[in-house]
Nanobody, 126 residues
Framework: QVQLVESGGGLVQAGGSLRLSCAAS????????MGWFRQAPGKEREFVAGISWNGGSKYYADSVKGRATISRDNAKNTVYLQMNSLKPEDTAVYYC???????????????????WGQGTQVTVSS
């Protein structure tokens, strides 16, 4: 079955950096676009970044554009999210997700994805 396992979250000071990883199994990873979402307490899950099956196209939410880099290693079945210049408002649980089909914009919806990891907590202190 599809498994997505996130890691790399933690507590970081504002201005710091984190690299999140998502290890995928149970499906042909290189066939699928992948994405990262986040959900803060009391808020809806929001799209952070997405990447096409071969890494050739990348998409970012306005809130992280210029501070986040999504990448993937199809040989390792892993997708990454590098977050720099972290802000307290980046505090959330970050989820890795497999897309149903191609990601077509910076405004992807959660309904465009059909498999989710368990999430990793990122806390940014001021």
């Amino acid at each position: 079955q599809v498994q997505l396992v996130e890691s790399g979250g933690g507590l970081v000071q504002a201005g710091g950096s984190l690299r999140l990883s998502c290890a995928a199994s149970g499906f042909t990873f290189s066939n699928y676009a992948m994405g990262w979402f986040r959900q803060a307490p009391g808020k809806e899950r929001e799209f952070v970044a997405g990447i096409s099956w071969n890494g050739g196209s990348k998409y970012y939410a306005d809130s992280v554009k210029g501070r986040a880099t999504i990448s993937r290693d199809n040989a390792k079945n892993t997708v990454y999210l590098q977050m720099n210049s972290l802000k307290p408002e980046d505090t959330a649980v970050y989820y890795c997700a497999r897309a149903r089909g191609p990601i077509r914009s910076d405004y992807a919806a959660a309904t465009d994805f059909n498999s989710w990891g368990q999430g990793t907590q990122v806390t940014v202190s001021s």
